[in-house]
């Protein structure tokens, strides 16, 4: 059975910077397309960073181009998602995501806070 284990999340100040990690397990890490997912309180899942391919281009949502940087390791299996800048509104729970044909994974969930 495949899963993530999800870090890094925290509090940090409006215009900081954090990394959030995903290790990943019982799968094959490079045959699925990643994404990372957000979701502030009252509001729906929104798609923060996606994979077109396993390992290729990735889209950011408009809110975080230029902020954030979608990533994977390959030799530890774990993907990173670098956000520079950090604003109030990017203030959510994260999850990283994973599929490929039927089948996906989520992570647990990590909370980003940012506030002064």
């Known amino acids: 059975q495949g899963q993530f284990v999800e870090s890094g999340g925290g509090l940090v100040q409006p215009g900081g910077s954090l990394t959030l990690s995903c290790v990943a397990s019982g799968f094959v890490f490079s045959s699925y397309y990643m994404s990372w997912y957000r979701q502030a309180p009252g509001k729906e899942r929104e798609s923060v960073a996606a994979?077109?391919?396993?390992?290729?281009?990735?889209n950011y949502a408009d809110s975080v181009k230029g902020r954030f940087t979608a990533s994977r390791d390959y030799a530890t299996n774990t993907l990173f998602l670098k956000m520079n800048n950090l604003k109030p509104e990017d203030t959510a729970m994260y999850f990283c995501y994973a599929e490929a044909g039927p089948y996906d994974y989520w992570g647990q969930g990590t909370q980003v806070t940012v506030s002064s």
């Open positions: 994979e077109t391919s396993p390992g290729g281009t990735i």
